[in-house]
Nanobody, 125 residues
Framework: QVQLVESGGGLVQAGGSLRLSCAASGRSYSRYGMAWFRQAPGKEREFVAGISWSGGSTYYRDSVKGRFTISRDNAKNAVYLQMNSLNPEAPAVYYC??????????????????WGQGTQVTVSS
């Protein structure tokens, strides 16, 4: 079992940056493929970025490619999402998710077994 706790969200101006962190606790964290999802009010949860269990493979939704970077540090049981050049859009809650040996391009939320509580990100224009 894995427990996930996100941090790093907040209010940022358009064009700015935020770095989200997800701290994992539990056994065998390095076996888990990790991902970030986001959900705006009234919308479905959507995949943002994923990283394989080894960190050797990453995958992004098209709208964030070149601006967001997902990374992980298995020694610290953590995964990160560096978000640059943020666009003004509806506030969203960003969630960290984990699934055993999930590939980086696992984009379906239903495939993930563990979720954090989320961290709010708001980009102002």
């Amino acid at each position: 079992q894995v427990q996930l706790v996100e941090s790093g969200g907040g209010l940022v101006q358009a064009g700015g940056s935020l770095r989200l962190s997800c701290a994992a606790s539990g056994r065998s964290y390095s076996r888990y493929g990790m991902a970030w999802f986001r959900q705006a009010p009234g919308k479905e949860r959507e995949f943002v970025a994923g990283i394989s269990w080894s960190g050797g493979s990453t995958y992004y939704r098209d709208s964030v490619k070149g601006r967001f970077t997902i990374s992980r540090d298995n020694a610290k049981n953590a995964v990160y999402l560096q978000m640059n050049s943020l666009n003004p859009e509806a506030p969203a809650v960003y969630y960290c998710a984990a699934a055993v040996f999930a590939p980086a391009n696992c984009v379906a939320a239903r495939e993930y077994d563990y979720w954090g509580q989320g961290t709010q990100v708001t980009v102002s224009s």
